[in-house]
Each structure stands twice: as structure tokens, then as C-alpha cells.
């Protein structure tokens, strides 16, 4: 991993049927260098705990068993550290000066779930971007074949023979490093050519290209005789469903501001913006928000005003920036600006106080259905639109 110049990643084996071998496959990996069940972390253990154990593995990779029930931000702060490449700084306790840190590592880290850590990270950002770009998850499917008293006594052999692979393969990395190092070079770029990798995805490149590194070398050493080139294709093709998945998750051009009037939809005024022409009054409202007023809608104008103030705090709430959630907007010409309204023209609550507000074309937005405003105190009309 070290050679990658990237410090870390995290796999996740998820699967929420019981049974799917989960843990198996974080013990398999651990027998190769040690005892399978002591260096199985879990939750429970203190998140410094973990970091600490990162540290002391240096370049072994790292598992962590069922992180189904971890806080979705602890998550989140757990792959940034993990690629992050070292613990915590620390202040002496006596003295203005800081400890040494021997906390650093160059590693993956294989967890199991039963939840995706996609689908945690969405519940508290609308964009975990960042997150998403340091993980892989890989589905492991229960085998309806699978004989179950052959896999116990196959497997259980692991928590009595352990550790025997580890040094013949760290001896033929050390004493033929440019050799491995050159291979390695290969590999990866018939990953990034097979896989068509982008630079924002170097983290996949770089799990996919020393796994199998890494299980070319100990092939040669006859520690396995899996073949190559079935695992070689599925990496890339995981690498592929994941940047497909990726897209369909995170939002396209229209789904924050859509998320955004949805969250505050009982927030919504609906009366015309221009004068009636007979009487030269102002409309009456159509409908009425219920509480605070953060979006107005004229529908003889076809434009919608969003609260700038509201709009920026949902975008902190959600963890999203709020340039970027406009940047599309910017590009369709939906959004015409940021002016000063008054939100509350027409209404009992007249005021001449204006706000700042963000100015859209509704006839630019293709996910706006005037409908659903109009008829949203008619639940007949509402269900049919």
C-alpha cells in the first residue's frame, strides 16, 4: 500500500442474510499473519482503540467485524481517518510540546455489515463524495449449496493454523522489491486502462491493483492457486457497478433543489406576483404556508423564490455546500439570482421588509409539477397529479 502514495482504504463485505461467511473471509485474512479471532476489531472497541491498532498493523491489512449499528458519523469520520494515514496528534501532559506519534500506517482496512456504509453516509450528507471515493463494498451472497458441517470443519482450521503464509511473502517482498514494485506498475495500468479510472478514483485503482499484486506474488511462492484473472475481472467490474451506483445515489441536476421543497413544502406560499388587472390589487393568496414562510410561488409568473438563509442552513444541515448545490442551476439558467423580495406581498402579513432570495424559473426545472402546489390542499387532485 505504502507505494500506492495513498495511506488507506476501507472494503466493506456487506450482506444481510446470517450466514454468508462475512466474518470467515476477516478471519481468512487474518490467519495470515496471526491469530484470527484477537485481531478481529469490533465496534464495541474504543474508536482511539482502533486508530491505535491501524498504527501497530503498519501495512498488514486491518478487519473490522459488523459495523451494521456504528453511528453513520462516526462512519464518516472512520474512512477519512483510515486514509488519513495516521492517529491523532497529542500534547505532552507536562509540557507545550508534542508527543510522538508512532500511529501511522499504510493500510486497508476489510470491514463486514449487514447495512451499506453508502446508504449510512446518505442519512447525514447529501453529497459524502469524499467518503464515497475512499470505499468499495462488495455484496457476498450465501451459497444456497454451501455445505455447512464441510465449511465448519474447513474453516475452523484457521483458529489452529495461522501465520505460516506472512513470512515466506514479506521475505520476497523485501528481497525483490523492484522486482514486485515493476510488477506492480503493470498491473495497475491495465487496471486504470480495463477500468477507465478518473483521477478522482485513485483509491479504487490502488485496492484493485495491490490485491492483485499481491496475489500474483504469492502465487508464484505456491501459497494459493486461485487463478488471476477471474478475480482480476471482478475487480473492474465492481469498480464499475460502484461508479454507476455512486452516480444514481448522489444527486443530479435538479434533486437538491427538489429535496430542498419537499423538506418545506408546508412552508410554501402560492399567490400571483402581478396585480389584478381589473381592480389593481394584489391577489389573494392561493394557498398558504403553514408556519414559517421560506418559498413563495407565482404561478401566473411561473417563478419561485427560496429564502437564501433557509436554503444555505438545509444545505449545512445536510452537509452539502451551497455554491455547488447552485452550480447546476447556474448552468440550465433556472437560476436567474439572488435579489431581495418581499416574501409576504398579497398577504395579511403584507410587510414592505424584503429578503434575500434566490430567484428560479420554474419552466426550466424539469422535475417541477405546478400541480402538486396548486392542488395540495385537494388530496384527489394531489394523488392524480
Known amino acids: 500500500m505504502r507505494f500506492t502514495n495513498l495511506d488507506g482504504f476501507l472494503l466493506n463485505l456487506l450482506s444481510r442474510e446470517s450466514g454468508s461467511g462475512k466474518t470467515t473471509v476477516l478471519h481468512a485474512i487474518n490467519s495470515i499473519y496471526g491469530r484470527p479471532k484477537e485481531l478481529l476489531m469490533s465496534p464495541k472497541d474504543t474508536y482511539n482503540s482502533r486508530m491505535q491498532r491501524l498504527g501497530t498493523m503498519q501495512s498488514l491489512c486491518a478487519t473490522l467485524d459488523e459495523i451494521t449499528n456504528m453511528p453513520p458519523e462516526q462512519m464518516s469520520n472512520q474512512a477519512y481517518d483510515i486514509t488519513s494515514g495516521r492517529g491523532k496528534n497529542r500534547l505532552k501532559s507536562q509540557e507545550n510540546a508534542e508527543r510522538l506519534n508512532h500511529s501511522k500506517w499504510s493500510l486497508g482496512v476489510v470491514s463486514s455489515s449487514n447495512r451499506s456504509v453508502t446508504d449510512s453516509l446518505l442519512s447525514i450528507k447529501s453529497f459524502p463524495e469524499g467518503e464515497l471515493m475512499r470505499i468499495l463494498e462488495t455484496y457476498i451472497k450465501t451459497d444456497p449449496y454451501d455445505d455447512p458441517t464441510w465449511s465448519k470443519q474447513h474453516f475452523g482450521r484457521l483458529m489452529n493454523n495461522y501465520g505460516h503464509g506472512i513470512e515466506p511473502y514479506a521475505q520476497t517482498l523485501v528481497s525483490q522489491l523492484p522486482m514486485v514494485l515493476k510488477k506492480m506498475s503493470e498491473i495497475q495500468a491495465k487496471v486504470d486502462s480495463h477500468a477507465e479510472i478518473k483521477n478522482t478514483e485513485r483509491y479504487w485503482s490502488a485496492m484493485a491493483t495491490i490485491a492483485i499484486t499481491g496475489g500474483t506474488v504469492a502465487k508464484t511462492l505456491g501459497l494459493h492457486d486461485i487463478k488471476i484473472q477471474p478475480v482480476f475481472n471482478y475487480a473492474i467490474n465492481l469498480i464499475k457497478d460502484t461508479r454507476v451506483r455512486n452516480r444514481e445515489y448522489m444527486f443530479d441536476s435538479d434533486d437538491y433543489l427538489g429535496g430542498f421543497l419537499q423538506r418545506h413544502f408546508n412552508e410554501t406560499l402560492v399567490i400571483n406576483g402581478n396585480r389584478d388587472a381589473r381592480t389593481g390589487r394584489e391577489h389573494g393568496p392561493i394557498r398558504e404556508p403553514k408556519g414559517a414562510l421560506t418559498i413563495r410561488y407565482e404561478p ?69 409539477n405546478e400541480n402538486v402546489l396548486l392542488n395540495a390542499d385537494n388530496p384527489e387532485s394531489s394523488a392524480t397529479d
Open 300 to 368: 401566473d409568473t411561473k417563478i419561485i423564490y427560496v429564502v437564501v438563509k433557509s436554503f444555505r442552513d438545509d444545505c449545512a444541515k445536510n452537509q452539502a455546500n451551497f455554491e455547488e448545490s447552485l452550480t447546476p442551476y447556474r448552468k440550465s439558467g433556472s437560476l436567474i439570482g439572488m435579489k431581495k423580495k418581499r416574501m409576504t406581498a398579497g398577504t395579511v402579513a403584507n410587510t414592505q421588509a424584503a429578503v434575500n432570495a434566490l430567484w428560479f424559473d420554474t419552466t426550466k426545472l424539469d422535475f417541477f
